[in-house]
T-cell receptor, first 113, second 112 residues
Framework: EAGVAQSPRYKIIEKRQSVAFWCNPI?????LYWYQQILGQGPKLLIQ????????DSQLPKDRFSAERLKGVDSTLKIQPAKLEDSAVYLC???????????FGPGTRLTVT | DQQVKQNSPSLSVQEGRISILNCDYT??????FLWYKKYPAEGPTFLIS?????DKNEDGRFTVFLNKSAKHLSLHIVPSQPGDSAVYFC???????????FGTGTRLAVRP
């Protein structure tokens, strides 16, 4: 069974530029999560989708971050404009739903200069 | 506000000995606790979990203990192996098991 796929793996941009990350969850997983992991910290949930609907986006900085999950499968997370403090690893995870085990992708390491 | 705390950023253990990783939490609404293991350049992988109705859960070399009154849990690895060297994250959620709150992680090094 293929795991959670993410791309790109690494991205370097200048502040005020925009960037987008892509995630393809495990087939059949209804729930998809985006996490931000800043160096030295644990992952922090940004947004949770159930199929193509948002369940929780309370910690998403909505003035600059946006996410969508069209057709309830793939998802994209966008930052526009980026700030220096957005430098982090962005992790995507998926689960069958209902509190089931979350499977994580390898993450995208973003560096904002 | 750090609701899940791992106060030891690193731990070094001799191969074959016991590794004990600790985690404290402040939110009494947490109902489900998990440990994740993370290797460099990979995403976290689920290791073991425990529900608040239990005080111990065992899976092979890994055992998690929960002390609800102290809001403390620990992960025991016996015997420790070099392949266990990784960063271990403690996480907690409410009864839905969905929204995970992670600790800052403990880097375990198992010396051959």
């Amino acid at each position: 069974e293929a795991g959670v796929a993410q791309s790109p793996r690494y991205k370097i941009i200048e502040k005020r530029q925009s960037v987008a990350f892509w995630c393809n969850p495990i087939s059949g997983h209804a729930t998809l999560y985006w996490y931000q992991q800043i160096l030295g910290q644990g992952p922090k949930l940004l947004i949770q989708f159930q199929n193509n609907g948002v369940v929780d986006d309370s910690q998403l900085p909505k003035d600059r971050f946006s996410a969508e999950r069209l057709k309830g499968v793939d998802s994209t997370l966008k930052i526009q404009p980026a700030k220096l403090e957005d430098s982090a690893v962005y992790l995507c995870a998926s689960s069958l739903g209902g509190g089931g085990e979350q499977y994580f992708g390898p993450g995208t390491r973003l560096t904002v200069t | 506000d750090q609701q899940v705390k791992q106060n030891s950023p690193s731990l070094s253990v001799q191969e074959g000995r016991i590794s004990i990783l600790n985690c404290d939490y402040t939110n009494s609404m947490f109902d489900y606790f998990l440990w994740y293991k993370k290797y460099p350049a990979e995403g976290p992988t689920f290791l073991i979990s425990i529900s608040s109705i239990k005080d111990k859960n065992e899976d092979g070399r890994f055992t998690v203990f929960l002390n609800k009154s102290a809001k403390h849990l620990s992960l025991h690895i016996v015997p420790s192996q070099p392949g266990d060297s990784a960063v271990y994250f403690c996480a907690a959620s409410g009864s839905s098991g969905d929204k995970l709150t992670f600790g800052t992680g403990t880097r375990l090094a198992v010396r051959p």
